[in-house]
């Protein structure tokens, strides 16, 4: 015999139980084969009445308590609104009136993976998946639909004491970390990937959107002007590692004309100005203060096709140049292959092409080409044809007019004055005479005492 329903004596009349007397359990257990219809079925037909009304004064036992540890491929919870416009498939409401240190979650999944993932299996979860689609769109220019993935709004009425607001936290912990990702977005090509406004004026943001090849762009838009400057602020160094090797920087659109610079594989820099329609790419450095070239090595200014040709200076500035011999500001060359040069001596060039001291006594060893040796080999250490130089002697007081000597690598404020003696002036001492700073400009011309 079949085990009889409950019924009312009409559709949709009577109750179970009532405010005064509600029963004090309900139990219900579904058959495990044979039904053909849900354990409990509630079909409210009253659309302004809840459906099912749970008034719990529980504090520390669950409210509702769903039990599916057998369930695989269904959902545990299933709702379906096609109809919704102003109200939420599920509205959590809490208002909070504690006034005491509390630590809660206003929603909890709390998922713990157990078993082992065996040999070419794949196990893929998602604490919270999110799929919207509009496959419909818009009938007309001027509709509008915003679909947003997740809104947070957090709001403090004011500061006092430690208010503290995190729209999104992410911490992710002992997994691989090559395939480990704290945020990822895939967005349309040509869409922005980030966006953050500023809260006096949304129109001002900064974005970063990324496209095909992976090529990303960072901007920053003023709404109402141009200051939306962009300013990083490394607790270190700033670095930039470019696979091409160069850095490109144009101005607004016109990406063909710019400045790249380029670092090599040993860190060789090179700053190279393009000018695409033309030769205008013009380079200036407008410093308000000094400009310093410290270079362990040479520094080269080009000439021919890959310079300008030439270069101007307005300003050179030459300085007295201590008491170290061969120390010196000015024109140096290095040439002559000679060696066991005595370092602040003044030197002839001959016509074999070495360098010899040079000797007031004949023409013939100081005429032409005079220098100072700034050290023991020319073409190592240089020769000095002009400007400020510490010279090995001291040849007279500040001020004094100094002429080639009679002494061979010397010079001196005396003139020369014996028969076959050259006279030639090659500078004038600029500082302490103890020291033997000079200014060494030889004289083109000289005189042969007869």
């Keep these: 015999m079949a085990t009889p329903n409950i019924v009312p004596r009409a559709d949709q009349a009577g109750g179970l139980g009532t405010a005064a007397k509600a029963w004090g359990n309900l139990f219900i257990k579904h058959p495990a084969t044979g039904a053909d219809n849900s354990a409990a079925t509630i079909a409210n037909k009253d659309s302004d009445q809840i459906a099912l009304d749970i008034d719990a004064e529980n504090t520390t036992a669950n409210i509702l308590d769903i039990s599916a540890g057998d369930l695989t491929t269904a959902n545990a919870l299933f709702i379906d ?8 498939a599920i509205k959590l409401d809490i208002d909070d009136a504690l006034t005491t240190s509390a630590t809660k979650s206003l929603m909890l999944i709390d998922y713990d993976k157990s078993g082992t993932t065996g040999a070419g299996q794949s196990s893929t979860t998602t604490a919270l998946d999110i799929t919207m689609v509009d496959a419909a769109g818009v009938a007309h220019g001027s509709a509008a639909v915003t679909s947003t993935g997740v809104g947070v709004r957090i709001d403090a009425p004011n500061t006092t004491g430690t208010i503290t607001q995190t729209g999104f936290s992410a911490i992710l ?34 974005s970063i959107a990324t496209t095909a090849s992976g090529a990303t762009t960072l901007a920053t838009v003023d709404g109402g002007g141009a200051a939306a400057h962009l300013t ?32 090599g594989t ?27 070239l410290d270079a362990a090595g040479n520094i080269s200014l080009e000439s021919g096709t890959n310079s300008t040709n030439h270069v101007s200076i307005d300003h050179r500035k030459f300085e007295p140049t201590g008491s170290t011999d061969g120390t010196a500001i000015g ?56 400007g400020t130089v ?49 200014w060494f400009n030889p004289d083109n011309t000289f005189v042969e005492i007869s």
């Design 331 to 386: 024109d140096v060359v290095y040439f002559g292959g000679t060696i066991e040069m005595i370092t602040g001596a003044i030197y002839h060039y001959k016509s074999d092409g070495t360098w010899e001291l040079a000797d007031a006594d004949a023409a013939s060893t100081s005429d032409g080409l005079l220098g100072v040796a700034l050290g023991a080999a020319s073409d190592t250490n240089g020769v000095l044809l002009r």
């Design 173 to 206: 912990t002992d997994g691989d970390t090559a395939t480990t990702i704290g945020y990822l977005s895939n967005t349309e090509d040509g869409s922005t990937d980030f966006k953050a406004v500023s809260s006096a004026d949304t129109a001002d943001f900064f």
């Design 266 to 292: 040993n860190g060789d820099t090179t700053l190279t100005t393009t000018d695409a329609a033309g030769a205008a790419a013009h380079f200036e450095v407008a410093a308000d203060g000094n400009i310093t």
């Design 81 to 88: 609104c096609n109809a919704l416009t102003t109200g939420s």
């Design 232 to 263: 990083i602020v490394p607790d270190g160094d700033l670095l930039l590692t470019p696979g091409s090797g160069a850095v490109k920087i144009y101005d607004s659109d016109n990406a063909a004309d710019n400045l790249s610079i380029g670092i």
């Design 390 to 438: 510490t010279i090995d002697h001291d040849p007279g007081a500040v001020g004094d007019v100094l002429y080639l000597s009679t002494t061979a690598g010397d010079c001196s404020a005396t003139a020369p004055s014996g028969t076959g003696d050259v006279v030639r002036i090659i500078g004038y001492q600029v500082k302490s005479a103890s020291n033997g700073e000079i």
